[in-house]
């Protein structure tokens, strides 16, 4: 075994508390990135990609029809109105659907919103390929305005035959603060 | 032997400066002491609090505060200390060294421990009031919706994580590289071995909880999102890296209590332990299974079905190595010639309370029925069950055990048998109940209920009561022994006792070991 | 009061009750919930076989603990040395200690094959007649009922114990701290859908009985779903800890009849209507003070206390907002105050309660501006 110092006290507090170092990189390098990655692939807490989807689905499955919901929530503290132009769509695996939220700042001032989505049931996450969305982005708006903001997805053909529903929530956060510099200069 | 060492220093600078390992034993043991003392009175004003229906004594926002003081203060002031002081005290004399490998480390370990307690007792006067999100701080409840006083509940974890992990250090290479001629691995005494297993699991998850208080830190400071969705991150991230600190911590807590038992048992049967190597082998197994079943406390939040039956799975295994323990020491009773000393009687009440424990334990594995149990009542009753009478028993039958050792006096016998049965009583009349009420649907950490619950919680409230009346008596017993007990000279105590620390003059002198014993 | 008056009694059959509690434990009365000692099945067919596997578990705990105790009370009792025994010294057989563990393996086995069935089970989100998206807040639930055509019902859930009986100058009545101004309400043998997710801490939605328990996280989806076979009124908790009031934010479901449901459900969306009518309307300072005053006690008195007092908010009585402009204070009622315990509440009541709320606030507790606000007025201040 690797010796780092002929005292062999010296030699096993150096091991450990290498190890103790170690263990606190670990949470940081190794715990998180990891998480996001199983989150990724397992859809734990419906978590979908955060990027476009840009693969092409080898063509449209019209035996088979998905009930997909749109659900809207805002965080605390977040005055705007938010929510889907329609609750639900039926939609076939491998088609192209796209559909708009809206969005109305009702405070004086300009906002900044991040949406964060969610898939129940979560193993449908890695089927919802997004092509466009606006939870890809941050999303300024001025004070008293509306936005309609575009959605565009794909279902993939591979989704498991037992999932019917998949619903499709948005959690919209004011995240005016945690933006640096200046929004009016969009 | 020692006669040309000096003895210990005089006044407040012994204290302040020692490096010798028996002393610091001491400090560890009596500031420990002083924290189960401040965590039973949070307890107590929680039951008394909850001892009937309505709001009388405290504001729920203050409630709050003493579930989560309470916690943290059992867990990381009185139960670890507890047994690392016992450490200090025990393991160079059960192996035959003259001291801990790194005294001066060792003195910085504890010195560093009630700066960190203070600080964190001290955010009670804070604007604020202290950590009110439960001793498990989850995200964004401890983050984003904290109190001021969070940022000094993160700096005294940093602290006090430190210490445990000095003290780890300090554990595992005395043991690696300080045992007597002969003293083998697999001849060390099971409390050593315990121990030696808990160490590692310390330096190995105690930067683990550091890492999650860090980044705790870091959301609430410095502008990064891991817990929080605003910003791509995510509060469940926070429950799984505090609960792969959180479950090795319970195991933590536990086996060095599972030590204490396997010397005290074979010494009043008479008998040596059975299946000494099946002991360690179980030790280690459960330290390995601690690893990978942390999402157990987690059922709740919406794991893909394939990870709640992995940990399930993982979770339902230790059953078999903690299974083997128990039988192990019921095996080493049988056929003995068994007497019943105050150390003995909590072994055994820690044997009944702790089965109990597991068999809840093991309930609790069970996911789907752990929708129904899980943040009720009935996990309030099981952790107590295994930490109270795992942990705090098995101290009581180590002090029993090993005082007349430490300070060459004996205990009033009597008294330590109505200690026993006082905090037996009590504990079964505070906890037992907690049963009832958590499978009826109370939910944990409320500090107000609904009128169906009231009769088991007024009865639950008047045994935490008289438990911790009866650790005054403890106290008690514990100061009359030190000044006024009647003298022993005796070097060992119990006729059943085996082991090196029963070969040293009693009371044990300040330096032990000098020329180290050889092992046959 | 009558449960009051039982107390004592019942006390002192505690520790009788406590030891017949395991015995007893099988056959936990249904009705009465009063020092209930086990989980109860529930009115679902999920809640029955969690009660199941508790049970069968339970039992198996129950033999092996019977086993384990009674070898060592008679190893206690007849291995004394005080009955002048010789101690043996053995102590290993490879036998033994093999088959104590092979043994316990097996028979975890045998518990997790029901478990595994009960959890694919109650993992079956699929192929729900409704959906109802709840949401956890500090400290109150919302429930919305997902509809095809966008007509989505919703409302809050509040506490509706009255603080005197909280603290103690009322006596409690007989669902304290388990009873909702507005119950969730699901028809009888339908599976429901239930989408859980939280405005601000993580909450978890529990109502023992239809076996359900979901966390409920800020950002995220979660689901869960029942089957209510019997109907009645199902009451729960949070449970998890979500901050001061954690204690304080019951679940009550009442399971109806379909046709009742459907009845419910219509006069949701009528009185959804005839809150747009009544948005159109003016009303007269009597009407508003009477509205005023239900909604201020639901949503305000916790915080701001009976009299515009005070308490953890501000106090009304004479204050500068209530007493100031008018869109001032509405601004307050309806965006909050950030970074403090006021919420806004321009999203959780509607503007006809709003208007009320407000009028009720600056006429009642001495403060007697006179002014009214319209909902019109609330529709504008929000429209900017």
Avoid at chain 2, 123 to 134: H, K, R, S, V, Y
Avoid at chain 3, 9 to 25: K, Y
Avoid at chain 3, 281 to 300: H, I, P, S
């Amino acid at each position: 075994m690797l010796r780092v110092s002929s005292n062999p006290v010296v030699d096993t507090v150096v091991k450990l508390a290498s190890t103790a170092v170690i263990m606190f990189a670990f949470v940081f390098v190794v715990m998180v990135p990891l998480y996001n990655v199983l989150c990724d692939a397992l859809g734990i807490n419906g978590k979908t990609n955060g990027e476009a989807y840009t693969s092409v689905q080898a063509g449209v499955d019209e035996s088979r029809t998905v009930t997909i919901q749109f659900v809207a929530t805002n965080n605390e503290g977040m005055p705007w109105d938010f929510g889907p132009s329609v609750t639900m769509m039926k939609v076939h695996p491998g088609a192209s659907n796209d559909t708009v939220f809206h969005a109305r700042n009702p405070l004086p001032q300009a906002m900044v919103a991040q949406a964060i989505p969610s898939v129940s049931p979560s193993r449908a996450a890695a089927y919802f390929h997004k092509t466009e969305c606006f939870c890809f982005n941050q999303q300024p708006l001025d004070g008293d305005s509306s936005a309609e903001m575009p959605l565009q997805f794909i279902i993939d053909r591979d989704l498991p035959s037992d999932i019917h529903t998949i619903t499709l929530s948005y959690t919209i956060f004011d995240v005016t603060d945690m933006v640096g510099g200046s929004i009016a200069a969009r | 032997m020692g006669d040309h060492h000096h003895g210990p220093a005089k006044g407040l600078s012994r204290w302040l400066f020692t490096t010798n390992h028996k002393d610091i034993g001491t400090m560890y043991l009596w500031f420990s002491f002083s924290m189960f003392i401040l965590g039973g009175a949070f307890a107590m004003i929680i039951r008394a609090e909850l001892f009937q229906p309505g709001m009388q004594l405290v504001e729920p926002a203050f409630f709050n505060q003493m579930t989560t003081l309470h916690g943290l203060v059992m867990v990381f002031g009185a139960i670890m200390p507890s047994f690392v002081g016992l450490a200090n005290w025990m393991i160079p004399m059960m192996i035959g060294a003259p001291d801990m490998a790194l005294p001066r480390m060792n003195n910085w370990s504890f010195w560093i421990l009630p700066p960190a307690f203070l600080i964190l007792a001290g955010t009670l006067f804070m604007e604020g009031g202290a950590p009110n999100f439960g001793w498990t701080f989850y995200a964004p409840l401890s983050t984003t919706y904290a109190p001021p006083s969070v940022t000094y509940f993160i700096f005294s974890i940093h602290v006090l994580g430190l210490s445990s992990i000095m003290g780890s250090i300090n554990i595992i290479a005395t043991v690696m590289n300080m045992r007597a001629p002969g003293m083998t691995y697999m001849k060390m005494p099971l409390f050593v071995w315990t121990w030696l297993i808990t160490a590692f699991l310390l330096v190995a998850v105690m930067p683990v909880l550091a890492g999650a208080v860090t980044m705790m830190l870091m959301d609430i400071h410095f502008g990064t999102s891991f817990f929080s969705a605003a910003g791509g991150g995510d509060p469940v991230l926070f429950q799984h890296i505090f609960w792969f600190f959180g479950h090795p911590e319970v195991y933590i807590i536990i086996l060095p209590a599972f030590g204490v038992v396997s010397q005290i048992i074979p010494t009043f049967a008479r008998k040596p332990l059975f299946g000494y190597d099946s002991m360690v082998y179980a030790t280690a197994a459960i330290a390995f299974l601690s690893f990978i079943v942390w999402a157990h406390h987690m059922y709740t939040v919406g794991m893909p079905v394939a990870g709640e039956l992995f940990f399930m799975y993982a979770t339902m295994l230790i059953a078999v190595p903690t299974g083997v323990k128990v039988f192990n020491w019921v095996t080493t009773m049988w056929r003995g010639a068994m007497t019943f000393e105050t150390p003995m009687l909590f072994c055994m009440g820690f044997l009944v309370l702790f089965t109990i424990g597991g068999f809840t334990g093991l309930m609790l594995s069970i996911a789907p029925a752990d929708f129904q149990y899980h943040d009720s009542y009935f996990v309030v009753a099981h952790f107590h069950y295994v930490m109270v009478a795992g942990a705090v028993f098995s101290m009581s039958a180590a002090v029993y055990y090993w005082l007349p050792k430490w300070c060459g006096r004996m205990y009033n016998e009597t008294m330590g048998k109505t200690h026993f049965w006082i905090s037996f009583i009590g504990f079964n009349i505070t906890f037992f109940p907690q049963h009832f009420v958590g499978l009826a649907g109370m939910p944990r950490r409320i500090p107000d209920y609904a009128l169906q619950f009231a009769d088991f919680n007024m009865m639950s409230s008047i045994g935490a009561f008289i438990y911790g009346a009866s650790q005054i008596l403890f106290l008690y017993n514990v100061i009359a022994t030190i000044v006024a007990g009647k003298p022993t000279s005796e070097a060992k105590t119990w006729e059943g006792a085996e082991g090196l620390e029963w070969t040293v003059a009693t009371p044990a002198p300040y330096h032990t070991f000098e020329t180290p014993p050889q092992v046959r | 009061m009558l449960l009051k008056a039982n107390r004592l009694r019942e006390l002192a059959l505690g520790p009788v009750l406590m030891l017949l509690g395991l015995a007893s434990a099988g056959a936990a009365a249904a009705g009465d919930k009063v020092n209930q000692v086990n989980m109860a099945p529930g009115a679902t067919e999920i809640g029955q076989s969690i009660y199941d596997l508790h049970m069968l578990i339970f039992w198996i705990c129950v033999i092996i603990g019977a086993l384990v105790f009674g070898v060592m009370f008679y190893s206690i009792y007849y291995h004394r040395k005080s009955r002048g025994v010789t101690p043996s010294t053995f102590h290993e057989s490879t036998k033994v200690e093999i088959a104590w563990t092979v043994v316990p393996f097996l028979i975890l086995i045998g518990m997790a094959v029901p478990a595994t069935s009960t959890l694919l089970e109650i993992y079956d989100f699929d192929d729900a007649e409704m959906d109802v998206l709840i949401t956890g807040y500090q400290w109150k639930w919302k429930y919305e009922y997902l509809d095809e055509n966008g007509e989505n019902v919703s409302f809050f859930s509040n506490l509706r114990t009255p603080q005197g009986e909280i603290y103690n100058t009322a006596d409690k009545g007989e669902h304290y701290l388990l009873e909702v101004d507005e119950p969730l309400v699901i028809p009888v043998d339908t599976k429901v859908r239930f989408l859980v997710t939280a405005n601000d801490v993580i909450h978890s939605w529990w109502v023992p009985e239809l076996a359900v328990k979901k966390d409920a996280i800020p950002g995220f989806i979660n689901e869960t779903w029942t089957r209510a076979s019997t109907e009645g009124i199902y009451r729960g908790q949070c449970a998890e800890l979500c901050g001061k009031d954690h204690g304080f934010m019951p679940v009550v479901v009442n399971v109806v009849s379909k046709d009742e449901y459907a009845g419910w459900l219509e006069t949701k969306k009528a009185e959804a209507a005839e809150i747009r009518d009544l948005m159109a309307q003016t009303f007269t300072l009597d009407e508003l003070m009477t509205r005023g005053k239900a909604v201020y006690e639901r949503n305000c008195l916790a915080c701001h206390g009976a009299n515009g007092e005070g308490g953890v908010g501000t106090a009304i009585a004479g204050s500068a907002v209530a007493m100031g402009d008018v869109s001032g204070h509405l601004e307050i009622g309806i965006n909050g105050v950030p970074g403090s315990a006021m919420q806004a509440f321009g999203g959780q009541i509607n503007d006809v309660e709003m208007a009320a709320v407000i009028t009720y606030q600056r006429n009642a507790f001495g403060n007697n501006m006179g002014d009214m606000v319209q909902p019109i007025d609330v529709y504008n201040h929000k429209k900017g």
